[in-house]
């Protein structure tokens, strides 16, 4: 295009300062002669003004979202239909011009891991650890070190009957990305029977230990039970209890816990195995709760919703990954 002059109208500005005048696009002077590509270039002045003039919090939420807890994206946004935005990544995107050593750069200022995952969340132990946190420690008891937990263990010899199940966790490092497993921790596991009650604190089984017990996690990070499949007693969506130790010792000592938290199931699991003998009064129960209203529950459980597997006949089977 040939450099023709442009004749600009007369513009009166308040203010005289030279920035004001050119973010908002106007030109002092009467009969000032601009050519075309002087205009382009106040043009691409303006902009770059107006671009350093933006400031972090004015990029709108497509800026911010990156950056918030995935949690609480899911509490904040779900009643706003941006809960498919929980699968973004954490890390700030990438500007032009930037290059991979700031990018590492900004990561190390932050403290954090790229490979890092969000650890077990923290649950209440409930009234019926027996850990010794309230009352009874079976911690310190010999025989609790065991895989299969449907029976008691010492001078108690009664046995939970019920739904066969096998209980597996695997306890990872959640700082390098739950990737890595974490061998010689433990696991101290409990649970309610199929009646609902639990063993030590509930009438009639005050002086039975089942469905209790300690294993120490293999090179898999992994450890397994043996149990039963619980009830659902008032007012507590089918559960399992469990607390993680630094190790074996720190376990039967019961001492420096490293994560408390508890494992859910899936409704339509419960549901089958409910419909099968011995679980009547769990159809009722499981009937007036659901996991959004579950006083443990009702904030998130997706970390916390077993992986479950199998039959009323044959057993089923329950993982999950604890990341600590």
Known sequence: ??????????????????????????????????????????????????SEELHDHDRGLSYDLPTLHRRKMIRLLAGVSLVPVVGCSSEEPETA????SSASSSAASSGTSEASCETIPDETAGPYPGDGSNGVNVLKESGVVRSD????????????????????????????GCGTPKEGA??????????????????????????????????????TFTSV???????????????????????????SITATSQLAFPKD?????????????????????SLESDMIFSDGYEQQMAAV????????????????
Not at 17 to 41: C, D, E, I, K, W
Not at 197 to 216: C, D, F, I, P
Not at 310 to 324: C, E, I, N, Q, R
């Open 1 to 50: 295009m040939p450099n023709t002059p442009i004749r600009t109208n007369h513009v009166r500005e308040t203010g005289s300062n030279p920035h004001a005048q050119l973010a908002r696009g106007r030109f002092t002077g009467s009969g000032l002669t601009v050519t075309h590509n002087q205009r382009m270039a106040q043009t691409n002045q303006r902009r770059a003004l107006m």
């Open 97 to 100: 011009g930037s290059s991979p």
């Open 149 to 176: 937990i449907t029976s008691s263990f010492g001078s108690a010899s009664g046995t939970a009957e019920g739904v066969a199940l096998t209980i597996t966790l695997t306890v990872t490092e959640a700082a390098s």
């Open 186 to 223: 433990a696991v101290y596991l409990w649970q309610c029977d199929r009646d609902g009650n639990y063993s030590l604190y509930s009438e009639g089984v005050t002086e039975e230990n089942y469905l209790r017990g300690v294993q120490e996690t293999d090179s898999k990070g992994q450890v």
């Open 229 to 255: 499949f619980p009830g659902c007693y008032p007012g507590r969506w089918p559960h399992i209890h469990f607390e993680v130790y630094g190790s074996l010792d720190d376990a039967t000592n019961a001492t």
């Open 269 to 289: 699991v419960c549901d089958t195995v409910y419909a099968s003998d011995g679980y009547d009064q769990s159809v009722q129960n499981l009937g007036r709760l």
């Open 309 to 324: 597997e199998g039959s009323v006949d044959k057993g089923y089977t329950a993982t999950l990954t604890v990341p600590v």
